[in-house]
């Protein structure tokens, strides 16, 4: 198997045809092709990382999401949060998240706790 490092924008975008190419064949784990697949894969994810790299969202935005994910209303939030006013506080960004809130949100709601600590603009 002869697979070559990815340097270059050029070699970027043709390992993604390659990749894609092996995903049409959807090639069964553990063949040549699934390997081959696999280790392009984690090369082309390398690459993403170093060179577009995904900032966490916006702390308000991640409880936000996780509230429309899960179905929960504002009333749901208040025994990480505080009380009601202090949950609509928050999400409309009058107030910052305490170290307690992030902890209380992070091991409540499953959101990362980077996301949760992370400064708003």
Known sequence: MNIEPIHTAADYR????????LIDLDPQRFTP??????????MVQAYEAEHYPIDPPDPIEAIKFR???QGLKPKDLEPMIGRRNRVYEVLNGK????????????TGLGIPAESLIRQTS
């Open 67 to 69: 509230m429309d994910q």
């Open 95 to 106: 107030r910052k998240l305490t170290m307690s809130m992030v902890w209380k949100l992070h």
């Open 14 to 21: 043709s390992v993604l045809k390659e990749v894609s190419t």
């Open 33 to 42: 092709e699934g390997d081959r697949l696999e280790i392009l894969g984690l």
